[in-house]
């Protein structure tokens, strides 16, 4: 008798192990199936400089004025270590023109829409020290409307896209700093213009600061 209740105070103990243990597993699980989609909404400001990566010698010249920009960023984290990212940028400038032989410098002052997507591959974010920053890269590519304010054409350009950056997680779970290098390599916009038009790449090199809510 002695005997047979060792047995079931055994089994018993060895049924409550394993039942303790499958609900951590249970809830190790959920938390990361949670933390794959940890999705985030920044928004932030950004410096446009923009660059000719192609010569203009031997056609008219063309030159963008320095800007500010306005950017909003949706992060969704679908697989580890893994994100998808999609932007909108808005900005205003001016695209001026110099004919190569003499004749008046043509401004084009224009309203700029980023559309963009990419892939964010970044190390994984270290939870016991949240003030550390987590590095990331972006790959991707979209869309660059060009509006212009004046009686000309409106563009669209297809563009590339490259991020270097670092999230900067802080004591607040829903809340992240971000600090990021952007590129936007581009065929430089004409709008149809005779006697303008360049066919000159462009890139426009971003420092961007940004604050996400994670939700």
């Not at 008798?1 to 499958?22: E, K, P, V, W």
């Not at 697989?79 to 004919?99: A, C, G, K």
């Not at 590095?135 to 660059?144: K, L, N, S």
């Not at 490259?162 to 992240?176: I, K, Q, R, V």
Request: aromatic share 12%.
């Amino acid at each position: 008798m002695n005997t047979d209740r060792r047995i079931l105070f055994l089994l018993s103990i060895a049924l409550l192990a394993g039942a303790c243990q499958a609900q951590q597993t249970f809830a190790s699980q959920a938390s990361e199936l949670a933390n794959l989609h940890d999705a985030s909404l920044s928004a932030g400001a950004a410096g446009l400089f923009t660059q000719s990566i192609t010569n203009q010698t031997n056609v008219p010249h063309q030159a963008e004025t320095g800007s500010v920009g306005a950017l909003v960023s949706f992060r969704d984290h679908p697989v580890r270590l893994v994100d998808v990212e999609l932007n909108y940028q808005y900005s205003s400038y001016t695209e001026r023109f110099t004919p190569l032989t003499a004749g008046a410098v043509l401004n084009v002052p224009l309203a700029f829409h980023e559309f963009t997507a990419g892939y964010v591959f970044h190390a994984h974010p270290d939870r016991l020290h949240p003030l550390k920053p987590v590095p990331f890269v972006v790959i991707g590519g979209g869309d660059i409307f060009f509006n212009p304010s004046v009686r000309v054409n409106t563009q669209n350009r297809p563009t590339g896209l490259f991020e270097l950056g670092a999230d900067l997680h802080t004591f607040n779970p829903h809340l992240t700093y971000r600090l990021e290098g952007r590129v936007l390599p581009y065929r430089a916009p004409n709008f149809n213009l005779s006697g303008y038009a360049t066919s000159a790449w462009h890139a426009t090199i971003e420092p961007a600061f940004s604050a996400a809510f994670h939700f």
